[in-house]
């Protein structure tokens, strides 16, 4: 059983969150619950959980602050933050303290089952691989070699231990270090190619670290000052065997380094050659000297982008479905062709056309207080759970971006519909009310704060006919009932339904009705 603690302000929510769910039947404990940030710390100090599900805006200190205290007591504790406030500043705090999910209430039963069963299913595959592994990478040893991937190991200590702990170290010789990720989620596969890379651990494999709470392995290369070898020949041995093996994964390789206690740098760039393979490809290796930044490149991609995004979300705008097709279509054209610009900007760049867009539907409909970023409204929650800033790979960026575009319109016109209906109604109810006045399209479209041209759209589409046709019908039928009374005359009647001019309403009366107001008259007086 893992052990979870529930943070939340509103006593009938926290509640809820106990006595809703079968938390037995997802393997999961509730062993406490706090109403407030400064509870909540001194809960999870005292019970130590493995999962945090807690509310954002809470009196004193707010979820988010205590959830970065938590984790500096906690560093492997699943955080679930749950909040009514669809901000993308809120969203942005939430992914620097790496919390596990992050969902809007009104909360849907399905998606924080999922959630939860995601995270205890991730619990198992950690605590099955660290069993395998404790034998071998026990925590003195691994230890050793985080502290020489971070650069935090001193040469005393290494050249007291390396031998002790199987390093393959040679003085006359440069290092780097190559990481592989990509790895599927998979413990059996991630065990079968930890120990195909051992079984070729020689004099240019140093040695090798498996993470296994990000299914990644860290290899320090060996390369020989004196040997005709290059770090390409090292690293194409590496690939064959993976190939042989028929396993689809990337590897990042970074920096050449003079001394094995210096290949901190060399870990961090291969890191990122690994996140940028990680991308843009499923698969390959990725060399960190050959990622340069372009910076003409950058500045052409922001002008044409720019463009591109407000041609998108005026399409939005227009509910131009095809236009919005196309234009996402040549965005992510212009993204593919500037593999030089760095991954992070193309998130955030893709991102502000994605809020730029969320306004548009809260200035649609201020009331709503869910806002766009809604699982329920905008995700396929079946497969998209967490904010676009999160995903690793362009091709997950675009399912998301397609995915969302396609939800927004869908949304926007509905509201869109339901706003322009009720506007019509409050339309022919003023018509209704001031129909014997001077009136005109201009003045009521003053009235429902609307220009006359989007009124008057609106108007047929919804009605079948002009708002001056209509207009002109109901005078006209209000003029039949006041003609009834044959003591009124023409142009009284003609006033009083607002048309000043006599002469024109007869007009008007008689190509609508086929004879004139006072032949109709004299009709109804006889009937």
């Not at 502290?147 to 390396?162: R, T, V």
């Not at 290796?285 to 003409?296: G, Q, T, V, W």
């Not at 000043?500 to 009937?527: D, H």
């Amino acid at each position: 059983m893992l052990k979870m603690i529930i943070i939340e302000d509103e006593k009938l929510e926290r509640e809820g969150l106990v006595d809703f769910f079968d938390w037995n039947s997802m393997e999961v404990q509730i062993v406490g619950t706090a109403c407030d940030g400064i509870e909540g710390i001194e809960l999870a100090q005292k019970t130590k959980p493995d999962i945090i599900i807690t509310d954002i805006k809470m009196p004193g200190m707010n979820g988010l602050d205590m959830s970065n205290k938590i984790k500096e007591i906690l560093p492997q504790v699943k955080i679930i933050i749950l909040t009514g406030y669809g901000d993308f500043n809120y969203a942005k705090q939430a992914i620097s303290i790496s919390v596990s999910a992050y969902i809007l209430k009104p909360i849907e039963e399905e998606e924080l089952i999922s959630t939860v069963k995601n995270i205890v299913l991730d619990y198992k595959k950690s605590r099955n691989t660290e069993l395998i592994l404790s034998k071998e990478y026990n925590s003195e040893k691994l230890k050793f070699f985080m502290d020489l991937l971070q650069g935090k190991l001193k040469i005393e200590e290494f050249n007291k231990n390396n031998l002790n702990f199987g390093i393959n170290y040679n003085e006359d010789a440069e290092f780097a270090i190559a990481v592989i990720g990509n790895i599927k989620e998979d413990d059996e596969l991630f065990q079968i190619l930890i120990s195909e890379l051992k079984n070729i651990i020689n004099e240019n494999i140093c040695f090798l670290v498996p993470i296994v709470e990000k299914n990644t392995i860290f290899m320090c290369l060996c390369i020989p000052k004196k040997q005709n070898i290059r770090l390409e020949d090292i690293c194409g041995d590496i690939v064959n065997l993976i190939q042989l093996k028929k396993l689809s994964v990337l590897i990042g390789i970074g920096t050449i380094e003079e001394h094995i206690i210096d290949i901190k740098k060399s870990a961090k760039n291969a890191v990122k050659a690994l996140e940028y393979g990680l991308f843009w490809y499923d698969s390959g290796i990725f060399y960190y000297k050959d990622i340069l930044y372009n910076i003409n490149q950058i500045g052409d991609f922001i002008t044409r982008g720019n463009k591109l995004s407000k041609q998108l979300v005026h399409a939005v705008g227009c509910s131009e479905d095809v236009i919005v097709q196309e234009v996402l279509k040549e965005i992510f054209e212009l993204v593919n062709e500037n593999k030089n610009v760095d991954n992070k900007y193309i998130c955030n760049y893709l991102y502000s056309i994605i809020y730029e867009t969320s306004l548009m539907l809260y200035n649609l409909d201020k009331n709503n207080q869910k806002g766009i970023t809604s699982q329920s409204e905008i995700t396929n929650k079946n497969d998209f759970g967490v904010p676009l800033l999160k995903l690793k790979s362009l091709k997950l960026i675009s399912e998301y971006t397609y995915n969302f575009f396609e939800n927004i319109l869908k949304i926007i016109n509905e509201k869109r519909n339901n706003k322009d209906e009720n506007i019509i109604k409050t339309v022919i109810r003023l018509i209704e009310e001031g129909y014997m006045r001077g009136i005109s399209l201009k003045i009521i479209a003053a009235q429902v704060y609307l220009s006359p041209n989007y009124l008057g759209h609106i108007f047929k589409k919804y009605i079948g006919k002009s708002f001056n046709d209509y207009l002109c019908g109901f005078r006209m039928e209000k003029a039949k009932e006041l003609l009834k009374d044959s003591n009124k005359k023409i142009s009284s009647v003609s006033k009083e339904i607002g048309i000043s001019n006599t002469s024109y309403f007869c007009m008007v009366f008689k190509n609508i009705y086929g004879m004139a107001p006072k032949e109709y008259q004299e009709m109804m007086l006889r009937n």
